[in-house]
Structures are given as C-alpha cells and as structure tokens.
C-alpha cells in the first residue's frame, strides 16, 4: 500500500458546484497531515493543515478520520480560479523519515468550468 | 519580501554529465529542503538541512546525488553522471526551523529547476 494515495481525477465540474477530494494514508501514526494546491507548471503552496477536530476556511474544509486513516478536503462554491491540482501531504516522521520530511500524494486535479 | 529562488529555471544535459542546481532560501530561514517531482507524481523528498548540516538524506535515490549548505543559507544540489530517470522538476524549500507538524511551520517552495536530461 502506497504511504499516500489519492483519487488522481480529473474532476470537472461547474463553478458553483460542491466538490469532495478524499486521501487515505497507510501509518496510523501518522500526526500531520495538510492539504497543498498546485498550479500547472508552478510550486506547491500550503492550502491548509487538518487537525484532528477538523478545520474550515472560508470555502474550504479539512477533515480527518483516524480511524479510517482517510483525510478529506471539501470545496464550496467552486470558482474557476480553484482549478488546480490538490495534493494531500502527511509528515513523514513515522514513515522512516523525519519530521522535516513530507510525504505527497499523486494530488487530485479539479477544473472547474464556466 | 523575496520567496525562495532557484537557478536555472531550466537545465538541458546529456546522459552522463555533471550538473548543479541552486537554491536560494528565503532570508532568515533556517531549514532548506529537496524534493523532486516527474510528471504526474506529486514531490518526492530527498534531503533536508537544519542549517548547514544535512538532518536527512534518505530520500537521496543513491550516491550520484548530493547536496550541500555550506554556510547555511544557499544550498547546491549535485548530480554526476547523470541518467534519464533523473529528469524532473527539482524543487527547493525552506521553513523557518525543522520540520511542519506540531510546530506549525510552513515549507515555502522555489518554482524548481526542470531538468531535462538526453
């Protein structure tokens, strides 16, 4: 099983919709886990951290199941400007790495049509 | 103020050469990291720096690779004898101490340097 690994898509769908992005991950001791966006042919940026009772901001919502070892990224109101790749990142500590190691997802692409 | 930069945007080589790719941190920040991405994968690390010394390299692929931060600021990437599979986006990071977890500390990316090998 792969350490990260998510739906690679693409999803399109239409701006205003409402779209889900689910990751799971193989360690369950995992502790830090983030979600990061990635525009074509640009670097990755820190979209946001998911902490353990869920976070929102603004549009977007991060949630984590521990149990299910499973993250999810959640996007309302989609603009077409959120067209990009999503790439769910978990800290590599208990990967055989440290925690300066983070650990990317194949990302999931969404493009969102007029 | 400035992001992390990196040199070349873009490097051609032929199978078998020696190249060299730069990363400038942003200023102030202590911890440097490498990652390399192909096409349709996401990052995948290789080392990073807490200052000038080289906390983890084991995602250093083998010995052809190396990396140095010999001032604790600009870091070199080194490649010998370069092959095929080593085409990628070489991406750069920095944070302001180790690691992002507990402590909250966002990796900023440079926009790589995509390398190209013939």
């Known amino acids: 099983r792969k350490e990260v690994e998510q739906d690679p898509g693409p999803f399109n769908v239409p701006e205003g919709a409402t779209v889900a992005f689910n990751c799971t991950y193989s360690?369950?001791?995992?502790?830090?886990f983030f979600w990061y966006r990635q525009d074509c042919r640009k670097e990755p940026k820190l979209l946001m951290s998911v902490y353990s009772s869920g976070n929102e901001d603004g549009r977007f919502t991060a949630q984590l199941n521990r149990a299910s070892q499973y993250i999810s990224l959640l996007i309302r109101d989609s603009k077409l400007s959120d067209s990009a790749t999503y790439l769910c990142?978990?800290?590599?500590?208990?990967?055989?790495?440290?925690?300066?190691?983070?650990?990317f997802g194949k990302g999931t692409k969404l493009s969102v049509k007029p | 103020g400035a992001g992390v930069s990196q040199t070349p945007s873009n490097k051609v080589t032929e199978k078998g050469k020696y190249v060299e790719l730069r990363c400038d941190p942003i200023?102030?920040?202590?911890?440097l990291y490498w990652y390399r991405q192909s096409l349709g994968q996401g990052p995948e690390f290789l080392i990073y720096f807490q200052g000038t010394g080289a906390a983890d390299d084991s995602g250093l692929p083998n010995d052809r690779f190396f990396a140095v931060r010999p001032e604790g600021s600009v870091s070199t990437l080194k490649i010998q004898r370069t092959e095929r599979g080593d085409s990628a986006v070489y991406l750069c990071a920095s944070s302001q101490t180790m690691g992002q977890g507990a402590w909250g500390n966002e990796q900023f990316f440079g926009p790589g340097t995509r390398l190209t090998v013939l």
């Open positions: 360690n369950s001791a995992s502790q830090s």
């Open positions: 990142v978990v800290n590599g500590a208990h990967y055989g790495g440290s925690q300066g190691n983070l650990i």
């Open positions: 200023s102030g920040h202590t911890a």
